[in-house]
């Protein structure tokens, strides 16, 4: 090559050298009302307060200078361990400096409900607990003595508007960070001086002494008045995710720590005053390192329900189920009797989608994107997942509640409406609508579970309607949908593959043993994976709208897990399962992607489609083990 030839561009690493922690080392601790992520240094990397959709007050996880909070040893960043405390979402971070050794714990508080929230009003009744709003941390020196480092330096807004702080009533233990209208407070035993738009701390410790801190926004700013109060708080944490654990159903087996860690991730996602579960806790990490597929996850979509209500209900948690489908009942549908494809945690519907051209974006991947310009699109699957968690729950409660019917009704009625009609699809391209086949297929869902609900309730002519209906559509898919190998299409107008067709296995659309069935999950095996691992599609075949190439996606893994263990590859579906939770991150969480060139996880995190999705895999392969024992 010329000296004086242009470089070709060449595509970013998810490994390259960066300042950005790796997605996947970050700990998630939540309150069911938010979420905080905090970096193997002790630096909380994220936290929007009050609520999971609140502008972010610490952002380093989307631009370094977006705000910071680190409670760690001075002159030392990497812990010896960092731990769930178990059965818990509180993080236990061990450090060995050269002159001893601490350990930290981090909890976004839960404790007995002493009054009305009036920081986050619930729609739902209140539970016993609930959240305090309050970070609480704590540290206790093991052995010897270290020098402990705390910096607190938020930036309201998502970067933009730095903290104003104020010393309260002149102590060096309380101080207030106002900006961008917002107002919260750091009270700590270590002794503050405030260095322009951050305060700062260090104390030597020694053998057995102990201190804290807690950010507080709460009603009154109030907080732990010293580290008995703290530590107090944070055990009423430990006991209160321990005794919520303890309601859940876990099948004694290898795969209960996955499903246990799972179910504490998607309980610590959801929005405790309404119901609603987050998608994920964060908004615009990259699916393509360094690239534009960024995304705001931090809303309820509708597809997510039967999942949800599945996982829910498998593990006994049938009360988090009711608060989830009564939050769907209470969802206002747009003009036509339709609900959206996704609405914001207190069902607002308006999500539209603006950046933070300000913001560098994680590891340089921009833009950032607040709000999700998907809300609006046209998605003619989410019918079939409304409908079908409405039966799931139906038949687990063995009543149809009065005020579901309308649903039922509506959204039958739409999607008979609409089912012949071109869509965006379940992946929410921003390309031209297509004839999607996991559209159409869910179209049938829709009809299907729409006529066993009306067969419940006793309606005779409308589960004829409804069944004719099905029936249709299922023609039409069979006759349109398969190519000539007898595989399942992405849309009508391609022969390119797409993993959402492997929804047919997990809904029923064929038998077990129909040949066009096993061959569609068997060609996805084989063709669309990259060492194993499911790609949504091939970002060469599919006008999605956007450039780059993308990671494999752990759900559509986990879904190739469950389609295996249907069409009766046990055996496959096993080592799928066995390498899926080989990768997952040091605390047992999981992104939406996996980079398997270099092992990082991508896109937001921790991401709740995949923890649901995990425990729908494992419970097929422990139902086909259950099942052999009696063989």
């Known amino acids: 090559m010329s000296p004086n030839a242009p470089r070709q561009a060449t595509e970013q690493s998810a490994a390259a050298p960066s300042p950005f922690p790796p997605i996947a080392d970050y700990a998630f601790l939540s309150n069911c009302h938010t979420g905080a992520l905090i970096a193997p240094d002790g630096g909380v990397g994220w936290l929007c307060v009050p609520r999971f959709d609140s502008p972010s007050v610490f952002g380093t996880l989307l631009d370094r200078g977006a705000g910071y909070f680190r409670l760690g040893p001075f002159g030392t960043n990497h812990p010896t361990a960092q731990v769930?405390?178990?059965?818990?979402?509180?993080l236990c971070t061990t450090w060995k400096t050269q002159t001893g050794w601490v350990e930290v714990r981090d909890a976004l508080t839960m404790g007995p409900r002493e009054s009305e929230d009036e920081v986050t009003p619930h729609t739902r009744p209140p539970a016993d607990d609930d959240a305090d709003h309050l970070l609480v941390r704590t540290v206790r020196c093991l052995d010897g003595t270290v020098e402990m480092e705390l910096v607190c330096e938020p930036v309201f807004d998502y970067g933009r508007t730095?903290?104003?702080?104020?010393?309260?009533?002149?102590?060096?233990?309380?101080?207030?960070?106002?900006?961008?209208?917002?107002?919260?407070?750091?009270?700590?035993?270590?002794?503050?001086?405030?260095?322009?738009?951050?305060?700062?701390?260090?104390?030597?410790?020694?053998?057995?002494?102990?201190?804290?801190?807690?950010?507080?926004?709460?009603?009154?700013?109030?907080?732990?008045?010293?580290?008995?109060?703290?530590?107090?708080?944070?055990?009423?944490?430990?006991?209160?995710?321990?005794?919520?654990?303890?309601?859940?159903?876990?099948p004694d087996h290898r795969f209960r720590d996955p499903i246990q860690r799972s179910a504490l991730a998607i309980k610590g996602l959801t929005y405790m005053p309404t119901g609603a579960t987050v998608?994920?806790?964060?908004?615009?990490?990259?699916?393509?390192?360094?690239?534009?597929?960024?995304?705001?996850?931090?809303?309820?979509?509708?597809?997510?329900?039967?999942?949800?209500?599945?996982?829910?209900?498998?593990?006994?948690?049938?009360?988090?189920?009711?608060?989830?489908?009564?939050?769907?009942?209470?969802l206002?549908?747009?003009s036509d009797g339709a609900l959206q494809i996704m609405y914001g945690i207190d069902g607002r519907r308006d999500l539209t989608e603006s950046t933070r051209d300000d913001l560098s974006g994680y590891a340089g991947a921009r833009p950032v994107r607040i709000g999700n310009g998907a809300f609006d699109q046209r998605q003619n699957d989410v019918f079939g997942a409304v409908l079908d968690s409405i039966l799931l729950?139906?038949?687990?409660?063995?009543?149809?509640?009065?005020?579901?019917?309308?649903?039922?009704?509506?959204?039958?009625?739409?999607?008979?409406?609409?089912?012949?009609?071109?869509?965006?699809?379940?992946?929410?391209?921003?390309?031209?609508?297509?004839?999607?086949?996991s559209s159409k297929l869910m179209g049938w869902v829709a009809l299907d579970r729409a006529a066993k609900l009306a067969g419940i309730r006793g309606d005779t002519d409308l589960i004829a309607t409804w069944r004719?209906?099905?029936?249709?559509?299922?023609?039409?898919?069979?006759?349109?949908?398969?190519?000539?190998?007898?595989?399942?299409?992405?849309?009508?107008?391609?022969?390119?593959l797409d993993a959402s067709t492997l929804l047919a296995a997990i809904f029923g659309f064929l038998p077990p043993d129909d040949k066009r069935l096993r061959a569609s999950v068997l060609v996805i095996a084989d063709e669309l994976t990259e060492h194993g691992f499911v790609l949504r599609y091939r970002t060469g075949e599919t006008d999605d709208g956007m450039s780059g190439k993308e990671g494999t996606f752990l759900i559509c893994s986990f879904w190739l897990v469950s389609a295996l263990a249907i069409i009766g590859e046990e055996q496959r579906a096993r080592d799928l399962m066995e390498k899926l939770l080989r990768v997952a991150s040091p605390l047992g969480l999981f992104a939406e992607e996996f980079d398997v060139d270099t092992g990082r996880h991508l896109g937001n995190f921790p991401q709740a489609f995949s923890h649901l999705a995990l425990i729908e895999?494992?419970?097929?392969?422990?139902?086909?083990?259950?099942?052999?024992?009696f063989s």
């Open 332 to 334: 206002e549908p747009k």
């Open 162 to 250: 730095p903290a104003a702080w104020t010393l309260v009533d002149g102590s060096r233990h309380i101080a207030d960070a106002s900006g961008a209208g917002q107002t919260i407070r750091l009270q700590t035993d270590f002794a503050l001086g405030v260095e322009g738009e951050r305060v700062r701390a260090r104390h030597v410790l020694s053998a057995g002494e102990e201190f804290y801190c807690a950010l507080s926004w709460a009603e009154g700013l109030n907080a732990p008045g010293d580290v008995l109060d703290a530590t107090r708080r944070i055990n009423a944490t430990t006991r209160f995710w321990r005794t919520w654990l303890g309601r859940a159903r876990m």
């Open 279 to 330: 998608a994920a806790l964060t908004t615009s990490l990259p699916e393509t390192p360094g690239g534009e597929r960024n995304w705001d996850y931090r809303f309820t979509w509708m597809r997510d329900t039967t999942f949800t209500l599945q996982a829910l209900h498998y593990l006994n948690l049938d009360w988090e189920a009711e608060e989830f489908i009564q939050f769907v009942a209470d």
């Open 393 to 437: 729950h139906t038949r687990r409660s063995d009543r149809l509640p009065l005020r579901l019917w309308p649903i039922i009704k509506s959204q039958a009625e739409c999607a008979t409406a609409v089912w012949r009609e071109p869509d965006q699809g379940i992946w929410e391209a921003r390309g031209k609508p297509q004839h999607y086949v």
């Open 468 to 496: 004719d209906t099905a029936d249709e559509i299922k023609a039409d898919i069979l006759e349109h949908g398969v190519d000539k190998r007898g595989v399942l299409r992405q849309h009508y107008d391609t022969d390119a």
């Open 617 to 629: 895999a494992a419970a097929r392969i422990i139902v086909v083990e259950r099942l052999q024992e």
């Open 84 to 90: 769930y405390e178990p059965g818990t979402n509180v």
